[in-house]
């Protein structure tokens, strides 16, 4: 086995250790960091499948954007469970 | 009990539907018809050396159109939900950024928009294009709002844009219909010399007209998400 095929397979291992955490975790905003990771692993994959295209595209918006508006979206509906407590 | 024999039951079924598939995978040794088409005359016909790009814009075309659509609606369904209420639950201005990012922040999103450009206009060159050109312009966006939380973009300009890139894309679409081959064939205007910035036809425009939509929308997305915290 060369270090190319190490390589791939680690990431691989990201990936599905990134979506299972994502899965299991309770905290809700480390599931979404976690999500975010699994797009970061398959980015890499991309590139190394050379699909560069569809690995920028994975990279900025499955691990930029949607964290970024998931974490918006948990922040805004937060505070709206805390205001609807007080 | 029942209920977990359920899921596993489902499992089961799941793993049974994709085993067919793993199972009977082979590596191909040759591409399909269209695929091998594509890739022989492709340059060719269309002068794209990203090849990628001459599939997306050119040959599935009205794939792309599709997206596109696909995309203003979610855009224009987000702002329906999140646009007119939100703004008046403010709950007061957000912690302000450290001086140190503040300053980066401000060097680093002019750059980042620049790159967003450059990726779009030359989609038919190298790797990337309208999409993650789009994306990196809106990624540039959430860059100005985790530093700047008093920053507002001007939605009034960002939707003219917006609906005025999304009917020239049609329009530019239409002139392949009239000059070319049908609608959004690129051979409208001159193929131009293979591997220029000015070249492959129509490409570069609807490339670029696609990569101002697609940042427009998803950086007043992002915005609209995040409200006026």
């Known amino acids: 086995m060369d270090a190319m095929t190490l390589l791939t397979l680690l990431i691989c291992a990201g990936i599905l250790f990134g979506a299972i955490s994502a899965v299991s975790m309770g905290n809700v905003v480390s599931a979404v960091i976690a999500a975010g990771l699994t797009s970061l692993f398959a980015a890499v994959t991309y590139v190394i499948l050379s699909a560069p295209d569809v690995a920028m595209t994975e990279a900025s918006i499955g691990s930029g954007l949607s964290t970024a508006i998931f974490l918006y979206a948990i922040n805004r509906t937060r505070r709206q469970e805390r205001e609807k407590n007080d | ?229």
Do not use: C
């Open chain 2, 1 to 229: 009990m029942a209920k977990r024999l359920l899921i596993i039951l489902t499992l089961f079924l799941l793993a049974l539907m994709f085993w067919d598939v793993v199972a009977s995978y082979s590596e191909k040794q040759q591409l399909a018809p269209v695929a091998a088409h594509y890739v022989g005359q492709g340059p060719d016909e269309l002068g794209a050396p990203n090849l990628v790009t001459a599939v997306v814009v050119a040959y599935r075309g009205l794939d792309t159109l599709g997206e596109v659509t696909v995309l203003f609606l979610a855009a224009l369904a987000v702002g329906l939900l999140l646009g007119t209420g939100a703004s008046e639950r403010n709950t007061g201005p957000a912690n302000p950024a450290s001086e140190i990012v503040e300053t980066a922040v401000e060097y680093l999103f002019p750059i980042a928009l620049l790159f967003g450009v450059y990726i779009f206009i030359n989609g038919h060159l190298s790797p990337g294009g309208g999409f993650q050109g789009g994306a990196v312009i809106a990624s540039a966006s959430l860059l100005l709002f985790l530093a700047l939380p008093g920053v507002r973009l001007r939605h009034a300009l960002l939707s003219a844009i917006e609906s005025l890139s999304g009917f020239s894309y049609v329009l530019v679409g239409l002139l392949g219909l009239v000059l070319a081959g049908g609608f959004l064939d690129n051979r409208a205007l001159p193929l131009g010399d293979y591997g220029a910035l000015f070249s492959a036809g129509t490409i570069p425009i609807i490339y670029t007209l696609i990569g101002l939509k697609v940042g427009a929308e998803l950086s007043v997305v992002v915005e609209r998400f995040r409200g006026n915290a």
